[in-house]
């Protein structure tokens, strides 16, 4: 109705609205954020062409402009020539920041762009491992396999990596998962581990690999080599040929896979065996499969090996690993070296 249309509008004049592809079969994101901008006037956008803001920006640039109109809302956006003439970030978590938005200080409320959100205190080694991290059990349990004896950061330790989280650039949720990025701070600051935010666009056109691009930039400027990037796949091998090709290949970086089975749920006694104990509660937080809830797989329940088997006894993965429900690792409940199964270091 033209009501809702107009209602849009209004809210589209303090938050951009976005969404950019995720990965594949994976279906959309909803993001947005357009801080570094002014108001033109426009009362009503229901007639204005949708354009991707990447390559207005773009466009706008390489004509030596310093603003251009966001077809969306009709507000006047800084370039990043513009950003730059001024020589440091403003603080306001604007959409071209060229500086990483060093200067924001709520960095998980306002970054448009790839940001360094949190710095561990023990620094970063001056190699790293970028991994994966949704919030979920899958990523945590990657993550205390490369701090294993054996595992590719056992002797580096927890300097050695950066984690990366995708989110929604308008509502700051992580998709699929429900989980906020606050939420992800949580953990973050608990384990006391790099992080990198990905904030992802709708309409910005620059893509998911080119904003892990991006957010690999980000890390390299901090001063470390990206020697590898981690994922908490488990089995999918679809989803482990897309990365290899998409984002291995495109950005150049080798791909590793500490939880990984070549035979679907090959591994999960043993990765169930390491999460408990972890002691580190994991609650569903989101549910896509109606025969899951049946099966008592309902938010708010503590992932583990009862429900693991409900899953499995109904037909799913008793991982979740096709999608059919998402976890929250909880590791602020046990100790950091405990969730970090340091003990064993």
């Not at 801080?35 to 426009?42: I, L, N």
């Not at 790099?194 to 001063?223: F, T």
Request: glycine share 10%.
């Amino acid at each position: 109705s033209r009501q809702w249309r107009l209602r849009r509008a209004r809210d589209a004049m303090e938050t951009l609205a976005e969404v950019v592809p995720n990965e594949p079969n994976m279906g959309t994101f909803v993001k947005a954020g357009l801080a570094g901008c002014t108001d033109t006037g426009v009362q009503d956008i229901e007639d204005l062409d949708i354009e991707d803001f990447d390559d207005l920006h773009k466009s706008a640039c390489e004509r030596g402009e310093k603003l251009y109109t966001d077809p969306s809302t009709g507000y006047v956006v800084m370039t990043k020539l513009n950003h730059l003439a001024r020589g440091k970030c403003c603080g306001s978590g604007c959409r071209h920041c060229p500086y990483s938005h060093v200067n924001v200080k709520d960095k998980v409320k306002k970054i448009q762009n790839p940001a360094l959100l949190h710095v561990p205190a023990s620094g970063f080694a001056s190699e790293v491992t970028v991994l994966m991290w949704s919030g979920g059990k899958d990523s945590f349990l990657a993550l205390r396999a490369m701090l294993k004896p054996g595992g590719r950061l056992h002797e580096i330790g927890p300097s050695g990596v950066i984690l990366l989280t995708t989110f929604d650039s308008s509502t700051r949720v992580v998709a699929h998962q429900d989980v906020s990025a606050r939420e992800v701070e949580r953990q973050v600051k608990h384990l006391d581990v790099g992080w990198v935010g990905v904030p992802l666009h709708r309409n910005g056109g620059a893509g998911y690999v080119s904003r892990l691009k991006d957010a690999l930039d980000v890390v390299r400027n901090a001063g470390c080599e990206v020697t590898g990037l981690a994922c908490g796949d488990l089995h999918l091998e679809h989803i482990r040929s897309w990365r290899e090709d998409a984002v291995g290949k495109g950005l150049g970086i080798p791909c590793c896979y500490p939880v990984w089975s070549d035979v679907a749920g090959g591994n999960y006694s043993e990765l169930a065996l390491d999460l408990e104990k972890s002691g580190v509660p994991c609650l569903v937080t989101a549910v896509t499969e109606t025969r899951c809830e049946n099966a008592g797989v309902v938010v708010g329940a503590v992932y583990d090996r009862k429900l693991a088997a409900a899953a499995f006894a109904v037909g799913a993965d008793a991982f979740g690993e096709n999608g059919e429900f998402h976890t929250l690792a909880r590791v602020w409940e046990v100790s950091r070296i405990q969730a970090l199964g340091l003990e064993d270091a």
